[in-house]
């Protein structure tokens, strides 16, 4: 995505921006997996393509299921 024309960007690429602090940057991988499946999704329409889907769902419930025990362990401490 970074070497696409900066002036048509993929929509909620601004998501993907985090600063260093891990709850930011997990929220920006779980976004950058949405603007990633936008656009692997309009790439195989425009090339016909047929493509695996198994690593992109296995990495998607990896991130989620990871903030979301981030979330849970920081409601325990309060």
Known sequence: ML???PDNLPPGVEATVASLDSA???RAARASTGV???VSAAAARRHAADLPTAMAAYVTCALFAASADRATAKARLQ
């Open 3 to 5: 070497d696409h024309n």
């Open 24 to 26: 930011d940057l997990y």
């Open 36 to 38: 990633l499946a936008t």
